[in-house]
């Protein structure tokens, strides 16, 4: 009589493992175990209804994803493809749900070892509720950025590992998946490489190049235009932000008839001042460069001295009232004062400046279709041409798909890289004043 007390205290005291060990074989067992009826009947219509009918469907899914078809004009590898990533979600949250029921099972299971009343179902249900209010609010928000950013991503990120060009195309053919093979190609195939290493270099050029004028001379003449003693400031700068209000695209349009070589009013007024010859804006690679750094210049100032300006003028007076008790100078207080506090506030917009205009595609497409073109360098790429431009070329112009999602993937890399590097070693992200 003893033994059998004792054998049910022990199992008494195992009712957690022995719980969620019946979940984990048969959804909704462990909670019918725990004497949780209602629960435990909901998370058995799941398993039998939802869960064992979507096996076959699962298991078709990822056959389809690992093979991309098998009969030409019938499968069609992209739309296996695109299913395949659907199948992979649906098995995230069905799998998700099937270790939720074995959580509920143990930690259920725990209090009726502890000589606890487990939580009803309409009281768990209460609970869920206004502990994941926050949760419930944004799921709306994470279902649309999953369904139209994330799987798209996914998709095109898929295809850098597959052979998908004009001459691989579905579904008159079957694509295959041909791991980093394509990554390998661009990176140290002859010309491809060599393209490669050129649009990259003048893409690190060109972003560091267009951030660093923009806020030079936004700098500049916010800091010039901070100085009270100037007069009809307001009119100054409502002047100089026009750029900034005139819609981009149509800037550089304007600006891209301005710099015709033979027509184009530029070269015109440079031939009547300083009596020089026309000079080939768009269509020798230096100049070309020169002439897209030069518009982004006049598009971008107006933001950084915008943005300045706020600054500047958020600074406390008192500061620069100490400074002058103590003797210093006005470039002392610029460099003691001023530029500190401003690097402080304005360095994360700058990297995020530097992280767009890395991809800055409308003005290099724009300007000069990323021209002109150069010979010995693949895929349609020009003079100008960053990396996410050439991509577009690769894309549209080319139909080598392969070859653009990866080099897609190397950008995604390295922006992703460089941001979180940068920002988590700026002190405008970190828990320290800046002033004590």
């Known amino acids: 009589m003893q033994t059998q007390i004792n054998s049910r205290l022990e199992m008494k005291g195992n009712r957690r493992y022995i719980a969620a060990v019946l979940s984990a074989i048969f959804m909704g067992i462990g909670q019918l175990y725990n004497r949780q009826w209602l629960k435990g009947i909901l998370f058995l219509f799941f398993y039998i209804l939802v869960m064992l009918n979507s096996i076959p469907y699962f298991l078709e899914s990822f056959h389809n994803l690992r093979t991309l078809g098998q009969t030409p004009m019938q499968d069609h590898s992209l739309f296996l493809m695109i299913y395949g990533i659907i199948s992979i979600l649906l098995f995230l ?18 209090l009726l070892d502890q000589g606890q009343r487990p939580r009803g179902f309409y009281t768990a249900l209460k609970n869920l509720i206004e502990g994941g209010y926050p949760y419930i609010i944004l799921s709306p928000g994470l279902i649309a950025i999953t369904v139209i950013s994330i799987l798209p991503m996914v998709f095109s990120m898929l295809i850098a590992f597959t052979n998908y060009d004009l001459y691989h195309s579905p579904p008159k053919h079957i694509l295959n998946w041909v791991g980093i093979q394509n990554f390998y190609r661009v990176l140290t195939m002859g010309s491809w490489s060599r393209t490669f290493r050129n649009i990259f270099s003048w893409t690190v050029i060109w972003a560091f190049l267009s951030t660093l004028t923009t806020f030079g001379l936004g700098g500049f003449i916010a800091i010039l235009l901070n100085n009270p003693q100037i007069k009809f400031r307001k009119i100054i700068r409502t002047i100089l932000i026009l750029p900034w209000a005139i819609p981009g695209f149509v800037s550089i349009l304007i600006w891209r008839g301005m710099l015709n070589t033979n027509f184009g009013v ?27 750094v030069l518009v982004n210049l006049w598009l971008g100032y107006p933001y950084f001295m915008i943005l300045i300006t706020g600054i500047l003028q958020s600074i406390p007076d008192e500061l620069y009232e100490a400074a002058t008790v103590d003797g210093a100078n006005s470039w002392q207080k610029f460099r003691a004062i001023t530029l500190p506090l401003l690097l402080f506030a304005i360095t994360p917009l700058l990297i995020m400046t530097l992280a767009y205009n890395f991809n800055n595609f409308n003005i290099i ?28 070329k690769l894309t549209f112009e080319k139909l080598k798909y392969n070859y653009a999602s990866a080099i897609s993937i190397i950008i995604f890399i390295i922006i992703s890289g460089f941001s979180i590097y940068n920002f988590r070693r700026t002190k405008s992200f970190q828990q320290e004043e800046m002033l004590k």
Not at 93 to 110: E, H, M, T
Not at 270 to 290: C, D, G, K, Q, S
């Open 365 to 392: 497409y724009l300007l000069n279709d990323g021209g002109p073109a150069v010979f010995g360098w693949q895929g349609g790429a020009g003079g100008t041409d960053i990396l996410i431009s050439w991509v577009w």
């Open 266 to 292: 530029i070269n015109r007024y440079l031939a009547e001042i300083f009596n020089l010859n026309n000079i080939p804006w768009l269509h020798e690679v230096f100049w070309a460069r020169t002439a897209v």
């Open 93 to 110: 949250i069905v799998l998700a749900i099937y270790l939720l029921n074995i959580r509920d099972a143990y930690q259920n299971g725990r």
